[in-house]
């Protein structure tokens, strides 16, 4: 745990956590952890391209294996006036935009979730042009803050919570965090 990172409450129940979800690509429902199951989480690729020194993917352990993990405490707030406080595990963004060597030039991380048809009926419906897409400034990307999530309440990150990885910046409402990151 980085002691860096500390709370002023509690910690939410992990059980409200992992259940009480928004994932809008398996439904609009709180209750998706069920649907969720379905996605394929391995093998997993992780694509770098734009405008980086070199484009590449890498395989989602292959990527945790070169990375400094670290758990962090952070509060999770919603635009629906619902706010948690959970246990992430992962790395921190910088570390990640470092590997991806960004040109001079660059001024934003764009994020791609997956696109999955089959496991993420949410996906089928046509009121967002899928795979959802977020971005940060560069300057976003790398503040101390911004963090790349890999696991909950020390386990790998269920399924319902972006597994494999997903983003998680404190200073964003949720659903800014985009999960399922490829």
């Not at 992780?46 to 405490?73: F, H, N, S, W, Y």
């Not at 790398?142 to 972006?162: H, M, R, S, V, W």
Request: hydrophobic share 40%; aromatic share 12%.
């Amino acid at each position: 745990r980085n002691e860096k990172f500390v709370l002023d409450r509690a910690i939410t129940d992990e059980k409200d956590a992992t259940t009480y979800t928004n994932y809008y690509e398996f439904g609009s429902s709180k209750n998706i952890h069920a649907r969720a199951r379905n996605l394929p989480i391995r093998p997993w690729t992780v694509t770098i391209g734009g405008m980086v020194e070199k484009e590449m993917q890498v395989d989602i352990d292959d990527l945790l294996a070169k990375m400094p993990l670290e758990e962090r405490l952070y509060r999770f707030r919603c635009v629906e006036a619902w706010s948690m406080a959970v246990p992430w595990s992962g790395f921190p963004m910088r570390a990640f935009v470092e590997m991806a060597k960004p040109l001079s030039g660059a001024k934003y991380v764009k994020i791609t979730t997956f696109k999955n048809l089959k496991a993420a009926i949410g996906q089928r419906e046509d009121w967002y042009p899928w795979p959802y897409v977020e971005g940060l400034t560069i300057e976003e990307a790398t503040n101390e803050l911004a963090f790349l999530a890999t696991g909950l309440y020390g386990k790998p990150i269920p399924k319902q919570n972006g597994a494999p990885l997903r983003l998680a910046v404190p200073w964003k409402y949720g659903f800014k965090s985009i999960k399922g990151i490829v």
